[in-house]
């Protein structure tokens, strides 16, 4: 599997290890809020619905926040604007730990979510172009593994640190720890790690001064890739975080766990999900990008149903492992976003209609985080969970009916024909040049 890597040149690499650990950084700090949410509840006297409504305030300004994102990569340089959104996201994290009400908490969350939404796409498309086309799901789905790291480093600060601690001082520890990925800008050079593909499109732009603008996802040509795109992430999306945003409270309110041994079994959920992205990382180059969506997509109905129903009590003897394999599914099918739609989209909207899709599917799933709440006021909370998380997942499978597959496809751009063989002969020169001899295997 990492053939690729040991054969890539050291910009590649170094990329590769920045926006793997980006990814990571960015993942804890927005599921960190989620699996502090008993705790939050009891220090600020909040409902588990106003809870929600934070979390699903965050997941709105993240879609915002990487719809800009992804349009300013396209037009400033994808190097330079993944800089600025890890440092924002970093800062108020940070900015978080400060809260002393509920509004205040309200409005740091929400700022950092413009930061958060916008590190995934422009990190994606930044590794995903220097990536030769056979490995592109390998590499971008190891790279994306880094949220299943994320997920664990945050169940790990919001139980066992966070105990650590005082009451009122440990779930502001938590989000001061979130200023620690803003180190990662001096490992990314602003302008000389920017692809040779997207410098090409650049310097096209320049030549005929038309330059990319968020409009042009929506234009006649990519407009079916946009929408489909942007429901499969919803679905996908959707159906995770309905049961992942309550997934602490599950445990502890209906498993009668504590919140410490409940974070350990979120952290045993993470590392089954890491293994996950590995797993789907090496399938998904062979047996296409659909079809990883579909495997992963039914391993999730089912892996979820069994954890929320099993008849086992708080018996960690079934839920850890169980958990390990709910979290192998519902991590595992993250790591097809990022070669997917790096192949569906052309160079000069490519961060542009990535970042529109995922970060409507991330926004769009405040719809069913706050759909859980009010549906658990009359339904068992895992009822809840189960009846949207299955309900999304099974649009996610439609709409990879309709939908075409992209693996081993070369990048193309506005003017070409991603379909044709053509249009892959035409491209091939400037990728190579992009990922130089040394990332081509084989």
Avoid at 135 to 143: E, I, M, Q
């Amino acid at each position: 599997m990492m053939a690729w890597y040991r054969e890539a040149d050291r910009k590649t690499r170094r990329v590769f290890w920045t926006c793997g650990a980006g990814w990571a950084m960015d993942s804890a700090d927005g599921l960190v809020f989620q699996y502090m949410i008993p705790v939050l509840v009891a220090a600020f006297g909040m409902t588990l619905t106003e809870a929600s409504y934070i979390a699903s305030a965050n997941y709105i300004a993240a879609a915002l926040g990487g719809w800009l994102g992804g349009w300013l990569s396209d037009r400033f340089g994808r190097a330079r604007i993944l800089q600025l959104t890890i440092l924002w996201f970093s800062f108020f994290s940070f900015v978080s730990g400060f809260a002393q009400n509920y509004e205040q908490l309200f409005a740091a969350r929400i700022l950092q979510g413009i930061g958060f939404g916008a590190e995934w796409a422009v990190g994606a498309v930044l590794l995903g172009e220097m990536i030769a086309p056979k490995h592109r799901g390998k590499a971008l789905g190891v790279v994306h593994s880094g949220a299943a790291i994320g997920s664990g480093i945050a169940a790990l600060l919001a139980g066992p640190f966070a105990a650590l601690f005082p009451a009122d001082i440990g779930w502001r520890a938590v989000f001061w720890i979130g200023l620690l990925p803003a180190l990662l800008v001096f490992f990314v050079r602003r302008g000389s790690d920017d692809p040779e593909i997207y410098r090409a499109a650049q310097q096209r732009a320049a030549e005929t001064g038309r330059r990319p603008m968020i409009a042009d996802i929506f234009g006649k040509r990519i407009l079916r890739t946009t929408v489909l795109a942007s429901l499969l992430s919803l679905g996908t999306q959707g159906a995770a975080f309905a049961i992942s945003a309550y997934l602490t409270s599950f445990l502890t309110l209906e498993r009668h766990m504590s919140v410490s041994l409940a974070g350990t079994c979120v952290m045993i959920n993470s590392a089954g999900g890491f293994f996950g992205f590995l797993v789907n990382a090496y399938i998904s180059d062979r047996i296409g990008r659909r079809g990883a969506f579909r495997l992963f997509g039914a391993g999730f109905i089912l892996s979820a149903a069994i954890y929320l129903f099993a008849p086992v009590g708080d018996s960690a003897v079934f839920l850890i492992p169980a958990g390990f394999v709910y979290g192998f599914f519902q991590f595992g099918i993250y790591a097809s976003f990022g070669p997917y739609f790096t192949e569906l989209f052309p160079t000069e909207v490519r961060a542009t209609g990535q970042a529109f899709a995922y970060n409507l599917g991330r926004g769009g799933s405040a719809l069913l985080i706050t759909g859980v709440a009010l549906l658990a006021k009359t339904l068992p909370l895992s009822v809840a969970m189960a009846a949207l998380a299955i309900l999304a997942m099974t649009g996610s499978f439609l709409t990879t009916l309709l939908l075409p597959e992209t693996v081993g496809r070369e990048l193309h751009s506005l003017g070409d024909d991603p379909a044709a063989e053509t249009a892959g002969k035409q491209q091939r020169p400037v990728e190579q040049d992009a990922v130089g001899a040394a990332n081509t295997v084989g």
